[in-house]
């Protein structure tokens, strides 16, 4: 019996070494990117952009597809970063005209989209360079826009413009409206188009579908000026065409072209409730490739985030990576990390980047540094995208030795013996010796053993000779770990001593 309870106590007392060995050689730490901090050690965003998550903080989402500045654009209002301002600089706003303009982030590209109130609207003064900045023919344009109404009534206003040409010796009124009829988008050109038997004339385009108040539409209208065919589409669908010829049809008629009379403002939104977002004009219709991606929100290739590399401990081990986001049906998001002792010569595939499952055990990723990456996917519609809102990188850090509780300094000649109680530490795998002729300056270079530090072993005491006499000696040890030589502990209280010959 008493062998038996022997043998019990003495596997307890292994155990509990291990749990205490195991504590005193790692203890598990947490380091978060995003959150209520923010995602402070971006290194790089590819195709991804800022927007909000989970519990209101800021997360990482796919960019949504940027309206791209060529030399046919000739408007663009995307409301960004709450500015009201064209983007090609042909069109300048009257401020005094905006006073319902909201800005919303219940937008559908970028950051934030235009909110309007029924009455106010937006009035945009071109400049020679721009469509709408100058009298005379205008050749092929297009006009498109998203757009969410809060409700749908006849007599609500998108657009206009109001001016008048001469015709002979008579002016005629001409007006481009873009406004709501029936629960239907109606665009009319009032004496635009000239070349007609007669000098008034009125071209109309339509839309078949009605329009669903609190849902994004995309709405575009191209002019052809070759053919003399207007186009209207709805989410890149054909809703109406009309060809601006004499004869009304594609073939057999003469094109009769666009021409603008008395330079006039552009007035957006004046009689409108509702969001607008991404407003363009261009100087050319709308060629295929275009109608079939500018209804797309993001990229069907997505976006990546690699974070900075990010200093941990010296044998710090990874592991786990958590992560709280928002992922909808087909859409994806994919982590990598990788880490190392040095980052300097790190490049796009070296140290390779490993694919982690978030929650996922992880082995053998340790080192000085780590670093994380991140791929988000829009669902096939490429009307959806994942969100990150953060990410915790959990690991473990080596527990730093603790330095010697006491160190005595004896001098001799040419020489110091320096001792230290043995530690209880059993993390400890040695000592590094500190010297220098100033308290807390440790660049000693007199010691046969070698410059400050000096590596003396797993000892307990050591005789530092090939000192000068006469001269005030300062020394402090430092533990390293039995892991690596390289973590140090910290230094323990300094003592001096002065060798002298006896």
């Known amino acids: 019996m008493y062998k ?222 070759d053919t003399g065919l207007i186009e209207y589409r709805v989410n890149g669908m054909l809703e109406s065409l009309v060809y601006s010829t004499t004869n009304g049809r594609e073939r057999g008629g003469s094109v009769c072209p666009p021409m603008l009379g008395v330079k006039a403002s552009i007035e957006l939104c004046p009689y409108y409730t509702g969001l607008i977002d991404d407003f363009r004009i261009k100087k050319c219709a709308v060629d295929e490739n275009f109608i079939n991606t500018s209804y797309d929100i993001y990229m069907g290739q997505g976006g990546r985030f690699e974070s900075e590399p990010i200093m941990v401990s010296k044998g710090a081990s990874l592991k786990c990576l958590n992560s709280i986001y928002n992922k909808s049906s087909q859409t994806d998001i994919i982590y990598y990390v990788r880490s190392g002792d040095n980052f300097y010569n790190w490049d796009n595939n070296y140290p390779e980047w490993k694919k982690v499952n978030c929650g996922e055990s992880l082995q053998d990723i340790n080192g000085l540094y780590f670093q994380v990456a991140c791929e988000l996917y829009p669902d096939g519609s490429r009307r959806k995208t994942p969100s990150v809102t953060s990410i915790d990188l959990v690991f473990d850090e080596v527990e730093l030795p603790l330095p010697p509780v006491k160190l005595i300094a004896v001098p001799g000649d040419g020489e110091v013996t320096l001792s230290w109680p043995l530690s209880v530490d059993n993390s400890i795998g040695g000592y590094y010796v500190f010297y220098g002729e100033r308290s807390g300056e440790y660049l000693g270079r007199d010691c046969v053993l070698g410059e400050s530090p000096v590596n003396v072993g797993n000892t307990v005491s050591v005789k530092l000779t090939g000192l000068e006499n006469g001269k005030i000696y300062y020394f402090s040890v430092a533990s390293y770990s039995s892991i690596d030589e390289n973590i140090l502990g910290e230094l323990s209280k300094e003592v001096y001593a002065r060798p002298l010959r006896k």
């Open 4 to 225: 038996t309870r022997t043998n019990i106590i003495a596997v307890c007392i292994f155990i509990l070494n291990i749990i205490l060995s195991q504590s005193v050689f790692a203890r598990e730490k947490v380091i978060t990117l995003g959150g209520k901090d923010g995602w402070k050690n971006i290194s790089s965003l590819d195709r991804l952009s800022i927007g909000k998550g989970r519990y209101g903080y800021d997360a990482l989402e796919i960019s949504s597809v940027s309206s791209e500045i060529d030399e046919d654009t000739d408007l663009y209002i995307n409301f960004e970063n709450k500015k009201l301002r064209d983007e090609c600089g042909n069109y300048t706003v009257d401020n005094n005209q905006n006073k319902s303009l909201l800005f919303s982030s219940e937008k559908f590209m970028g950051q934030y989209a235009a909110s309007f109130k029924n009455i106010g609207g937006i009035k945009l003064e071109g400049n020679s360079d721009s469509i709408f900045g100058r009298s005379g023919l205008v050749g092929s344009f297009s006009i498109d826009f998203w757009l969410k109404p809060s409700i749908v009534e006849s007599g609500e206003i998108l657009f206009m413009w109001r001016s008048s040409r001469s015709v002979g010796l008579e002016p005629i009124y001409q007006m481009i409206t873009v406004a709501f009829v029936e629960n239907h988008l109606e665009w009319i050109f009032s004496n635009i188009f000239t070349g007609y038997d007669t000098p008034e004339h009125e071209i109309k385009l339509s839309g078949r579908r009605s329009i669903i108040p609190g849902k994004w539409v995309h709405h575009q209208l191209s002019y052809d000026n």
